[in-house]
């Protein structure tokens, strides 16, 4: 099987170029600058692409001619709980973070949807139980809630769009991770939200469309 990750290097998307290259497939683990964990991992079936989601780009070569399953991960947080507050949040942070958050895979999906089609692959955007306006019980973290929420919604007309060619979209909620974006406060590992997720992944079929469903299973109100 043919794979691809965004945010490859670090966190779930290390965890995801792991848990496939484990299970003897070929990964593309995408990263935006630094190599961070991929620097340490060596394989002959991984292939390491520098990718920035952020920038508008249009060559595929570097990656296969069919990719089976492409896991949008790439995402920031943006500045901590204060910065994205009511009174502090700034247009040019809900900007940012959108732009990383909820264009990026939007950008890459355009960019390799027809290596997708060629496949009859599946497309994983990993969002955020934040994003959802039902569970949002505390309000403030504008910039990041919104990006995620926003997420889902492309994620859902992806489905709509690509159902036709055989391709099937999911939307992910990893947990609350211990990861470097987490600062290491998750209440479950990198190693425990992979399992879950990738178990989603392979029973794809058990899921509306677009649904958006937690790494243990359960469907995350919207």
């Keep these: 099987?043919?794979?691809?990750?965004?945010?490859?290097?670090?966190?779930?998307?290390?965890?995801?170029?792991?848990h496939y290259l484990a299970q003897g497939d070929h990964v593309w683990a995408c990263y935006r600058h630094d190599l961070g964990g991929l620097a340490d991992l060596q394989s002959p079936m991984l292939t390491k692409?520098?990718?920035?989601?952020?920038?508008?780009?249009?060559?595929?070569?570097a990656f296969p001619d069919k990719i089976d399953l492409l896991i949008n991960n790439a995402g920031i947080y943006g500045p901590g709980k204060d910065g994205q507050s009511l009174g502090?949040?700034?247009?040019?942070?809900?900007?940012?973070?959108?732009?990383?958050?909820c264009v990026g895979p939007l950008r890459v999906v355009q960019l390799l949807q027809d290596k997708v089609i060629k496949a009859k692959g599946r497309i994983v955007n990993v969002s955020s139980k934040m994003g959802s306006s039902t569970d949002?019980?505390?309000g403030g973290?504008?910039?990041?809630?919104?990006?995620?929420?926003?997420?889902v919604t492309v994620s859902k007309s992806m489905a709509i769009d690509l159902s036709p060619t055989g391709v099937r979209v999911i939307t992910l909620h990893p947990g609350w991770?211990?990861?470097?974006?987490?600062?290491?406060?998750?209440?479950?590992?990198?190693?425990?939200?992979?399992a879950?997720?990738?178990?989603?992944?392979?029973?794809?079929g058990d899921y509306e469309a677009g649904a958006f469903v937690a790494y243990d299973g359960n469907i995350v109100p919207y």
């Design 49 to 61: 692409v520098q990718l920035d989601v952020t920038q508008q780009f249009s060559d595929a070569s």
């Design 196 to 204: 879950g997720m990738t178990h989603v992944i392979e029973n794809i």
């Design 136 to 138: 949002n019980s505390s």
């Design 141 to 151: 973290t504008y910039a990041y809630r919104a990006a995620k929420a926003a997420l």
């Design 88 to 101: 502090l949040v700034t247009a040019e942070v809900m900007l940012d973070v959108f732009e990383v958050d």
């Design 177 to 194: 991770v211990a990861t470097d974006m987490t600062g290491q406060t998750g209440l479950i590992d990198v190693a425990t939200s992979v």
């Design 1 to 18: 099987m043919n794979v691809v990750i965004t945010g490859g290097n670090r966190g779930l998307g290390l965890g995801f170029t792991q």
